[in-house]
């Protein structure tokens, strides 16, 4: 299993102008995001308020991740990370000495 930083920032062309048009498309995207959390594929995630961008640290399989993001596709782009923990660069610097 991985860990990866999902970097995203919306497709204003993709986006609906009227406000209440971007909630009715905001809010299954949202659900969606609070049931990531909820089944532990997402760990963590924020959005920086007016941007419309953010970040998502998530942990599964690259099939898993890829296929959560892909709902979000064409409104959003992403990219993403693979990352290592301390406890795991640490354990690649030792394998180095070796």
Do not use: C, H
Request: glycine share 10%; proline share 5%.
């Amino acid at each position: 299993m991985g860990r990866y930083l999902v970097l995203f920032e919306a497709d204003f062309s993709r986006l609906p102008t009227d406000p209440q048009e971007r909630a009715r498309l905001g809010k299954p995207m949202t659900q969606a995001i609070l049931q990531g959390i909820e089944t532990g594929l997402i760990k963590e995630w924020g959005l920086v308020l007016g941007e419309y961008r953010g970040f998502g640290v998530y942990e599964g399989s690259e099939t898993e991740v890829a296929g959560f993001l892909e709902q979000f596709v064409p409104w959003y782009r992403s990219t993403v990370n693979p990352v290592v923990s301390a406890s795991e660069l640490d354990a690649m610097v030792d394998a180095m000495l070796q």
